[in-house]
């Protein structure tokens, strides 16, 4: 390391230790940080990427317990015969009433940075936040990661196993087909023998440069809007109609849907321009928004609103240790939270899996 990044680097060590409140020698022991730094760390974290601003990121006091519910998950209007006897009772409209609560978990959001690269920022007057930034987005895409992929929490997890985190914790997908597998739908009426998929009408095929239609009794459904309607029946009645729901959708469905008919496009300006049109067009389907989000399975979609998906985060319980270590040229970082992932309303979900745009093999 330069003496000028030495320099850059004790002043980022002095400054996140004044933060916390402790000697700045002490950041090479594991130190707690400070529950305001802690809020605003969370805060930078939801901040780096749209789809967490639009989600729920709530800090709970407890590691485990009932879920916050922050959406409102049946009606409330009725009447009570008291002139009867009849008691009034009031029911709490947040109320989930599944088995899932939450239950924090420990997550290690260990890093190194080389000493080559950090000579290449020394120059930088962002220096400290440039390092700071770029380890709190890539929290922020991992907890997207484990959200729509996680399935285990292993004692010792295996990047290289499982490289989309699924073992890192449960997320929100595992949740729904554990506690809501009434909501699911992984296979359709004509799925090949021994094989699970809902097969969709890509509208048209390619075929030595000739577009065809593809009949669409040779697969489950005539396209993707069809199918997303039909999967509103899984919601609860009261959420099916409401306009902040929005759909979820894999990126190789939504590449299979719009590239077919821009092969199917000619090439005279006019065509063209309709091709442009395609792709700039706001994308809805089953009337609601289509949202692509990173790290969301290519071939399954996910009707929900977006403020039914939550990260709950345990407050004081982020840890924290920073190393310089000569040995390996580089420093180390030390960090991790207990947190979970969390479907407030399942009631509010309807997801469907194995989608494969085309016509069943044979047909």
């Known amino acids: 390391m330069r003496k000028e990044t030495r320099q850059q680097f004790k002043s980022y060590v002095s400054q996140i230790a004044l933060l916390n409140g402790i000697d700045p020698e002490d950041t090479v022991a594991k130190f707690s940080v400070a529950p305001v730094v802690e809020q605003t760390l969370e805060e930078k974290i939801q901040e780096s990427s749209d789809f967490l601003q639009q989600i729920n990121v709530v800090g709970v006091p407890q590691q485990q317990g009932a879920k916050v519910g922050v959406t409102v998950t049946r009606p409330l209007a009725g ?36 000493y080559a690269k950090l000579d290449a920022w020394r120059h930088k007057p962002e220096f400290q936040t440039l390092l700071r930034d770029v380890i ?9 990661m484990i959200g729509f992929n996680g399935t285990s929490v292993a004692a010792q997890t295996d990047r290289v196993a499982n490289p989309l985190l699924q073992d890192v914790n449960e ?41 065809t239609n593809v009949a669409t009794a040779q697969a489950d459904y005539a396209n993707l809007d069809a199918l997303a309607f039909d999967v509103l029946d899984l919601l609860d009645p009261w959420h099916r109609s409401d306009t902040d729901l929005v759909v979820i959708v894999g990126w190789k469905l939504v590449k299979d849907k719009y590239l077919n008919l821009l092969q199917a496009a000619g090439d005279t300006a006019t065509e063209r321009e309709a091709a442009h049109r395609i792709l700039t067009l706001p994308k809805q389907l089953a009337g609601k928004r289509a949202v692509i989000v990173p790290f969301f399975p290519e071939t399954s ?4 609103s977006l403020d039914n998906l939550s990260v709950y985060w345990q407050e004081e319980t982020r840890r ?44």
């Open 136 to 144: 709190l987005k890539q929290q922020g895409r991992d907890r997207i």
């Open 301 to 304: 979609l996910l009707i929900t």
């Open 171 to 211: 997320g929100w997908l595992h949740k729904i087909r554990t506690h809501a597998p009434e909501r699911v739908l992984s296979d359709g009426e004509i799925s090949a023998e021994g094989t699970s998929a809902v097969y969709v009408a890509a509208g048209v095929e390619v075929v030595d440069g000739d577009a």
């Open 79 to 114: 009447r009570t015969n008291t002139a009867a006897g009849n008691r009034r009772t009031p029911a709490d409209p947040t109320d989930t009433t599944d088995d899932g609560g939450y239950f924090c978990r420990q997550t290690n959001f260990d890093h190194a940075i080389g």
């Open 320 to 363: 924290r240790q920073i190393r310089d270590e000569p040995a390996l040229d580089q420093i180390e970082n030390y960090e991790s939270v207990n947190e979970d992932y969390v479907v407030e309303d399942y009631g509010r979900t309807a997801l469907v899996e194995n989608v494969v745009m085309g016509k069943k093999p044979g047909a």
